[in-house]
Nanobody
Framework: VQLQASGGGLVQAGGSLRLSCVVS????????MGWYRQALGKQRELIAS??????NYADSVKGRFTISRDNAKNTIYLQMNSLKPDDTGLYYC??????????WGQGTQVTVSS
């Protein structure tokens, strides 16, 4: 299973971006999906996740970011609104699947200018 992330870029504070993560390969069951962020010099942190009917967000993005999935397109999205300079970082998608599977996207850079 492979994940291909895209959609990052440079945006001004207050702007929006939508990240995409295309899933390819043999996925029978999705156990959980998530988006992580790693700022320069900091640890990777989970900012949005969805498992079954439960969705969770880090406090820093709650109310501004939305994780979703389009089954027909095999794609996971992260809609990011009201972006702040603190949202700058590398964004990674993650998929837990088929019970024990765990796959990561390659990371897409988001830079928010003030």
């Amino acid at each position: 299973v492979q994940l291909q992330a895209s959609g990052g870029g440079l945006v001004q504070a207050g702007g929006s971006l939508r990240l995409s993560c295309v899933v390819s390969g043999s996925v029978r069951t999705i156990n959980a999906m998530g988006w992580y962020r790693q700022a320069l010099g900091k640890q990777r942190e989970l900012i949005a996740s969805k498992s079954g009917g439960t969705t969770n967000y880090a406090d820093s993005v709650k109310g501004r970011f939305t994780i979703s999935r389009d089954n027909a397109k095999n794609t996971i999205y992260l809609q990011m609104n009201s972006l702040k300079p603190d949202d700058t970082g590398l964004y990674y998608c993650n998929l837990r699947f088929n019970g024990w599977g765990n796959a990561w996207g390659q990371g897409t850079q988001v830079t928010v200018s003030s």
